[in-house]
């Protein structure tokens, strides 16, 4: 199982996956927005998205819960 | 000129100001949830919240803005860069209303605003311009059979786009495939106009650009060069003036294009002619004009000794500015603009967050435009330029050693910042050599 958390505080621009799809290593997940810059969220590792923390327009921390990989 | 609103935020509305107010104009901020607690509203005689923190509620809502010049009885508004800076529709409201537009006529700056009509324009004014699309480009059958009168590599450029958000380079009709659709969706997303254009693409190039000032009798003058050749993600990192990559005669001819670029849409108050310098070559053609006053227009005030915020409050209030237009100051020693980034070092990735120390350096030759003080919050709302590290020095060697020190003296705690990247840049070989191009942190990071 593996966290996939924010690495700097930004708003969710765009959502590209839900919670049961099957993923793998290097799918990007969602697209973060900060500082006038698109930064793509992947996953690190093959697997289904057990738990889906945001929703597109969410403003999140760093470190705040993105998705859960198992 | 009694009262100035100053439609933007952080290092710029501070620096624009603090010149209105030395020269004894009441000045007015407008400002953001997020900002509330920033320098700039504090140092303004007085200030109105226009809005909810995301850029779209409040800095680029002109309704906000509007009701603000209102409520305040602003007698001019001065927009920075970005933002509304090059809104023509917002210029124009703002002249409707009676109150003095601090920059070029809405016409001015629709002709320059639209990239693809900028450079048939420059190019029947005589202005030198690239190989390139003289129409937007409709879809990607379209834009490979263009690449291929053109000749790869091409540059893909959203047409009313700026800062480098959509730009990309193709080699190859694969690669221009994917990189028009990129460019278009981001050309939709960020300036609601999907068109784009392609252009020749320089492998070794610079980017030199022109300052440039229309005065109101109508006189244009060009106010030296600047290089901006240090870039990531195709946006300014750093830049200098002069630039040590041309020669007198390529200076004159430089100058001279500028000039007739803003006499030909009948240019009035502060402009930037960007022109792209092709390394191997010698040749320089037109890229873009901005019709606003630019990020690093301090370089630019450091090697003439000029006041450029001074100069366009004197000019859109139709007076003389402070210098003989005739022989316009030359630039006297070296200066050097570093942008100070809340960004790792390494990919450049931003990094919000709470400010815990903020130390500037001081001395002789040195100056910092800073939109953040200890304390402040760095929000993941706006772009990440916490502020301006500005030398000035006798020669090149002496302005990168002055900038050397002036690094070393800069303590930023809290967000990441870019500091220790301009450790790197200013010990890089090729960077302190001067014969470098926009190649450069690339091949740093590679």
Same mark, same amino acid.
């Given at each position: 199982?593996?966290? $996939?958390?924010?690495e700097?505080?930004?708003?969710?621009?765009? /959502?590209?996956?839900?919670?049961?799809?099957? +993923? &793998?290593?290097?799918d990007?997940? $969602?697209?973060l927005?900060?500082?006038?810059?698109?930064?793509p /969220?992947?996953?690190?590792?093959?697997?289904? +998205? &057990?738990?889906?923390?945001?929703?597109?327009?969410?403003?999140?921390?760093?470190?705040?819960?993105?998705?859960v990989?198992? | 000129?009694?009262?100035?609103?100053?439609?933007?935020?952080?290092?710029?509305?501070?620096?624009i100001i603090?010149?209105?107010?030395?020269?004894?104009?009441?000045?007015?901020a407008v400002?953001?949830?997020?900002d509330?607690?920033l320098?700039?509203?504090?140092?303004?005689?007085?200030?109105?919240?226009i809005?909810?923190?995301?850029?779209a509620?409040?800095?680029?809502?002109?309704?906000?803005?509007m009701?603000?010049?209102?409520?305040?009885?602003a007698?001019a508004?001065?927009p920075?860069?970005?933002?509304?800076?090059?809104?023509?529709?917002f210029?124009?409201?703002?002249?409707?209303?009676?109150?003095?537009?601090?920059g070029?006529?809405?016409?001015?700056?629709?002709?320059?605003?639209?990239?693809?009509?900028?450079?048939?324009?420059?190019?029947?004014?005589?202005?030198?311009v690239?190989?390139?699309?003289?129409?937007?480009?409709?879809?990607?059958?379209?834009?490979?059979?263009?690449?291929?009168?053109?000749?790869?590599?091409?540059m893909?450029?959203?047409?009313?786009?700026g800062?480098?958000?959509?730009?990309?380079?193709?080699?190859?009709?694969?690669?221009?495939?994917?990189?028009?659709?990129?460019?278009k969706?981001?050309?939709?997303r960020?300036?609601?106009?999907?068109?784009?254009?392609?252009?020749?693409?320089?492998?070794?190039?610079?980017?030199?650009?022109?300052?440039?000032?229309?005065?109101?009798?109508?006189?244009?003058?060009?106010?030296?060069e600047?290089?901006?050749?240090?870039?990531?993600?195709?946006?300014?990192v750093?830049?200098?003036?002069?630039?040590?990559?041309i020669d007198s005669?390529?200076r004159?001819?430089?100058l001279?294009?500028a000039?007739?670029?803003g006499e030909?849409?009948?240019?009035?108050?502060?402009?930037?002619?960007?022109m792209?310098?092709?390394?191997?070559?010698g040749?320089?053609?037109?890229?873009?004009?901005?019709?606003?006053?630019?990020?690093e227009?301090p370089?630019?005030?450091?090697v003439?000794?000029?006041?450029?915020v001074?100069?366009?409050?004197?000019?859109?209030?139709?007076e003389?500015?402070s210098?003989?237009?005739?022989?316009?100051?030359?630039?006297?020693?070296?200066?050097?603009?570093?942008?100070?980034?809340?960004?790792?070092?390494?990919?450049?990735?931003?990094?919000?967050?709470?400010?815990?120390?903020?130390?500037?350096?001081?001395?002789?030759?040195?100056r910092?435009?800073?939109?953040?003080?200890?304390g402040?919050v760095?929000?993941?709302?706006?772009d990440?330029l916490?502020?301006k590290?500005?030398?000035?020095?006798e020669?090149?060697?002496?302005?990168?050693?002055?900038?050397?020190?002036?690094?070393?003296?800069f303590?930023?705690?809290?967000?990441?910042?870019?500091?220790?990247f301009?450790?790197?840049?200013?010990?890089?070989a090729?960077?302190?050599?001067?014969?470098?191009?926009?190649g450069?942190?690339?091949?740093?990071?590679s």
């Amino acid at each position: 199982m593996a966290e $996939v958390r924010a690495e700097m505080s930004a708003n969710v621009w765009k /959502v590209l996956v839900k919670a049961g799809d099957s +993923v &793998s290593d290097g799918d990007t997940l $969602v697209i973060l927005e900060s500082m006038k810059m698109e930064i793509p /969220v992947v996953a690190e590792e093959d697997g289904t +998205v &057990s738990e889906l923390a945001v929703s597109e327009g969410d403003n999140i921390d760093e470190d705040d819960l993105i998705a859960v990989i198992s | 000129m009694e009262s100035l609103l100053v439609a933007n935020r952080g290092e710029i509305a501070r620096r624009i100001i603090r010149t209105a107010n030395a020269l004894g104009i009441r000045t007015i901020a407008v400002f953001s949830e997020a900002d509330a607690d920033l320098p700039f509203v504090g140092e303004a005689t007085e200030s109105v919240c226009i809005g909810a923190s995301p850029p779209a509620d409040s800095y680029l809502n002109v309704d906000a803005v509007m009701a603000a010049i209102e409520a305040t009885g602003a007698q001019a508004v001065h927009p920075g860069y970005g933002f509304l800076s090059e809104n023509a529709d917002f210029a124009q409201r703002v002249t409707d209303a009676g109150v003095i537009w601090v920059g070029p006529s809405p016409t001015a700056m629709r002709e320059m605003g639209d990239k693809i009509a900028a450079r048939n324009r420059m190019q029947a004014a005589g202005v030198p311009v690239a190989p390139g699309t003289p129409d937007p480009v409709p879809d990607v059958a379209a834009a490979l059979v263009a690449a291929n009168e053109i000749g790869y590599p091409v540059m893909v450029k959203a047409a009313a786009g700026g800062g480098g958000i959509g730009m990309s380079a193709a080699y190859n009709d694969d690669e221009l495939a994917s990189a028009f659709e990129t460019a278009k969706t981001r050309a939709q997303r960020f300036f609601s106009d999907p068109s784009i254009l392609l252009e020749k693409y320089v492998a070794r190039a610079r980017h030199v650009e022109v300052q440039i000032l229309g005065l109101a009798d109508g006189t244009v003058v060009a106010l030296g060069e600047r290089d901006c050749s240090v870039q990531r993600r195709h946006q300014k990192v750093a830049e200098e003036s002069p630039s040590p990559a041309i020669d007198s005669a390529t200076r004159a001819a430089l100058l001279d294009a500028a000039v007739k670029a803003g006499e030909a849409v009948d240019y009035r108050n502060a402009g930037t002619v960007e022109m792209l310098f092709d390394v191997d070559t010698g040749e320089s053609w037109f890229l873009e004009m901005n019709t606003r006053l630019q990020v690093e227009h301090p370089v630019t005030e450091l090697v003439t000794g000029l006041d450029l915020v001074a100069e366009q409050l004197r000019i859109a209030s139709g007076e003389e500015v402070s210098f003989d237009a005739m022989n316009p100051p030359p630039a006297q020693g070296h200066a050097l603009e570093l942008r100070v980034y809340a960004e790792d070092p390494k990919r450049f990735f931003p990094g919000p967050g709470a400010i815990t120390e903020w130390n500037e350096p001081t001395g002789s030759g040195v100056r910092v435009d800073s939109g953040y003080a200890n304390g402040n919050v760095v929000t993941p709302f706006y772009d990440p330029l916490l502020a301006k590290l500005i030398v000035h020095g006798e020669t090149r060697e002496a302005a990168l050693d002055r900038a050397r020190s002036a690094v070393a003296e800069f303590t930023v705690v809290g967000p990441k910042n870019n500091l220790p990247f301009f450790v790197e840049l200013l010990d890089n070989a090729e960077f302190s050599s001067g014969d470098y191009d926009t190649g450069l942190i690339n091949r740093m990071r590679s």
